[in-house]
């Protein structure tokens, strides 16, 4: 079955430092990817996209992710974090050969001042 | 500017009332999805449509009706079968099925 693991349900780091949110898929082919970012109370927004060619992938933010096939993985990073970065994050996969995009359940960051 | 929107913002439920949540969008889009959120669980897919008059079942359809009349609108039902409705509730919509999905600000049900 189709499945994404964000295996980080909380991670904290110190405002200034870098950071790095782990996403594992499975699926059969050829997938696509994509992080979205939560502030408590509203709705999604999307931080970045994959679906072909350079695995490193740039978004908005200062965001950046990097797809690796071999480990089945689509992690984000970002060099600084700002206490602006506070939020929950969501991993997303799809398939071209499906409908529906699967989100992992979510990786929440709090920001050390 | 383009967007979705979401009302009401907090909806409350009397036990076996029936109650529907809206969602606009004036993206243009083909296709719309429902969401329901919980604390630790994710995003779970209720419905979705890629045409008007045409939907599709997600993963927890049970207790839940919508319809696409418009385009530019997927109102979604939580019936009184829906016996835990307490949730955030997420619209989106996409350009298609494969495209990134934007996303209104969420409706937020609860009990009486």
Known sequence: AQSVTQPDIHITVSEGASLELRCNYSYGATPYLFWYVQSPGQGLQLLLKYFSGDTLVQGIKGFEAEFKRSQSSFNLRKPSVHWSDAAEYFCAVGDLRDDKIIFGKGTRLHILP | DGGITQS?????????????LSCEQNLNHDAMYWYRQ????????IYYSQIVNDFQKGDIAEGYSVSREKKESFPLTVTSAQKNPTAFYLCASSA????PQHFGDGTRLSIL
């Open chain 2, 38 to 45: 919980d604390p630790g669980q994710g995003l779970r897919l």
């Open chain 2, 8 to 20: 009401p913002k907090y909806l409350f439920r009397k036990e076996g009332q029936n109650v529907t």
């Open chain 2, 96 to 99: 298609g099925l494969q495209q």
